[in-house]
């Protein structure tokens, strides 16, 4: 695992290369993941390496995916939302794209630990 990894930020995009979506661009791509204290949090998949690199974390296992993310939280002192449910998370995740993803808005937000 990659320690300098980041989330896409705004602005940054690649462009799909099969699927359904396949010659669009994406800003951000996100998966549902349980964390390991039972709640739900919407990640980013679409990252850059401390040298620009775009690393697309989606094919990943669930605990990679959530470990990355924690890592970055720790890192950053940026934190993911966390949803009690899967539904809530979902929901979010779908009004985020719905809004543009990552061309809309930042999807972390710095929020102290003890309140997340």
């Not at 661009?25 to 690199?53: A, D, I, Y």
Request: proline letters at 4%.
């Amino acid at each position: 695992m990659e320690d300098k990894l980041r989330p896409f930020k705004k602005g940054e995009s690649v462009t799909n290369k099969g699927g359904p979506n396949r010659g669009y661009t994406s800003t951000e791509r996100t998966r549902t993941v349980k964390t390991p204290e039972g709640k739900w949090m919407n990640v980013n998949t679409l990252w850059k390496t401390h040298n620009g690199t775009t690393r697309d974390i989606g094919y990943e296992s669930d605990d990679f995916v959530s470990a990355t993310a924690r890592r970055y939280e720790e890192r950053t002192k940026r934190y993911y939302p966390k949803y009690d449910t899967l539904f809530e998370a979902v929901a979010k995740a779908k009004a985020r794209s719905s809004e543009g993803g990552s061309g809309s808005k930042e999807s972390l937000t710095y929020i102290p630990k003890h309140g997340r």
